[in-house]
């Protein structure tokens, strides 16, 4: 039997604390499980954001979408993530990745270093969370025990073989840096690479004793009669796809609702994604995208 859909959406913006918490309740009226924040400088610091969010809802998990694990030190994470989640109620999922930013890390006096070395920093803080958040004498403790679910997103093998390994659930971004574009501008990977990384962590995963769950973010939700003349429309703004496979990759839903929810169908049986994340600019266009999937 498929796994069943759940929903996300990754807030980006805050004006204000009331503004703030009106958009948590209302994604939550639209029947999204999971609120979540990003780790980009310019943007809501992740815990004190999810900390109003559970505090303004009460179904939604709240979850990062994902730490760039080279702000962070793991020991003080450790102390973040547990407070967190007793505060919550247990409510917190933990999105891990290496961050893909240079100029972030710059802007924080932080070292960039190369692919390798970030995602060996990734695995130390996977490792040490683990070992932190499980101690007995861990304070304050997370309400989940031995500790909140844990997401990992990345694409690269290294990247994959880690949320085999570790991850309750994986995440694939469907994205990689835009040849000749600054570091850090990313275009959409066609259906048939996302298709090859999914096999690329399904053998990584092979020995795991329950499957993972597996969450997608989508890029552009587009309501229209006509998906093509949208398709055309979004290969014409150089996201690294032609219009035919604009109109086949899963980070781009395009159609009426009932094709959308039709097409997020496909992709589950195809990639097994059945956690899929909107951004907040799609908070309410995929809300009927959603209604059409409640419950399957």
């Given at each position: 039997?498929?796994?069943?859909?759940?929903?996300?959406?990754?807030?980006?913006?805050?004006?204000?604390?009331?503004?703030?918490?009106?958009?948590?309740?209302?994604?939550?009226?639209?029947?999204?499980?999971?609120?979540?924040?990003?780790?980009?400088?310019?943007?809501?610091?992740?815990?004190?954001?999810?900390?109003?969010?559970?505090?303004?809802?009460?179904?939604?998990?709240?979850?990062?979408?994902?730490?760039?694990?080279?702000?962070?030190?793991?020991?003080?994470?450790?102390?973040?993530?547990?407070?967190?989640?007793?505060?919550?109620?247990?409510?917190?999922?933990?999105?891990?990745?290496?961050?893909?930013?240079?100029?972030?890390?710059?802007?924080?006096?932080l070292p960039w270093g190369s692919p390798r070395e970030r995602v060996d920093h990734l695995a130390r803080t996977v490792e040490e969370l683990d070992r932190l958040l499980s101690a007995p004498d861990?304070?304050?403790?997370?309400?989940?025990?031995?500790?909140?679910?844990?997401?990992?997103?990345?694409?690269?093998?290294?990247?994959?073989?880690?949320?085999?390994?570790?991850?309750?659930?994986?995440?694939?971004?469907?994205?990689?840096?835009?040849?000749?574009?600054?570091?850090?501008?990313?275009?959409?990977?066609?259906?048939?690479?996302?298709?090859?990384?999914?096999?690329?962590?399904?053998?990584?995963?092979?020995?795991?004793?329950?499957?993972?769950?597996?969450?997608?973010?989508?890029?552009?939700?587009?309501?229209?009669?006509?998906?093509?003349?949208?398709?055309?429309?979004?290969?014409?703004?150089?996201?690294?796809?032609?219009?035919?496979?604009?109109?086949?990759?899963?980070?781009?839903?395009?159609?009426t609702p009932r094709q959308m929810a039709e097409q997020l169908r496909e992709h589950r049986e195809r990639f097994g994604f059945s956690y899929l994340t909107v951004l907040d600019a799609a908070l309410?266009?995929?809300?009927?995208?959603?209604?059409?999937?409640?419950?399957?």
């Amino acid at each position: 039997m498929p796994r069943p859909f759940r929903f996300g959406v990754n807030l980006l913006t805050l004006e204000a604390g009331d503004s703030w918490r009106r958009k948590c309740r209302r994604a939550e009226e639209l029947g999204y499980d999971v609120l979540l924040v990003p780790d980009h400088l310019g943007m809501p610091a992740p815990f004190p954001a999810l900390i109003a969010a559970a505090e303004a809802t009460e179904r939604p998990r709240v979850g990062t979408f994902v730490l760039n694990a080279g702000f962070w030190n793991p020991a003080l994470l450790a102390r973040e993530v547990a407070t967190t989640d007793a505060l919550t109620g247990g409510r917190l999922e933990l999105g891990l990745g290496t961050g893909y930013v240079r100029a972030e890390h710059e802007t924080a006096g932080l070292p960039w270093g190369s692919p390798r070395e970030r995602v060996d920093h990734l695995a130390r803080t996977v490792e040490e969370l683990d070992r932190l958040l499980s101690a007995p004498d861990q304070a304050p403790r997370p309400a989940q025990q031995p500790r909140p679910p844990l997401l990992i997103g990345g694409n690269g093998p290294r990247m994959l073989r880690l949320a085999a390994e570790h991850a309750e659930i994986a995440a694939f971004t469907g994205g990689r840096q835009a040849p000749g574009r600054p570091e850090g501008t990313l275009e959409l990977m066609p259906a048939d690479e996302l298709a090859a990384s999914v096999a690329r962590y399904e053998g990584y995963a092979a020995g795991r004793p329950e499957p993972a769950e597996r969450n997608l973010l989508i890029q552009q939700v587009r309501n229209t009669n006509d998906r093509r003349a949208v398709a055309r429309e979004l290969a014409d703004r150089g996201v690294g796809l032609d219009e035919e496979q604009a109109l086949e990759v899963p980070t781009l839903l395009i159609g009426t609702p009932r094709q959308m929810a039709e097409q997020l169908r496909e992709h589950r049986e195809r990639f097994g994604f059945s956690y899929l994340t909107v951004l907040d600019a799609a908070l309410e266009e995929f809300a009927p995208v959603l209604a059409e999937l409640h419950g399957s």
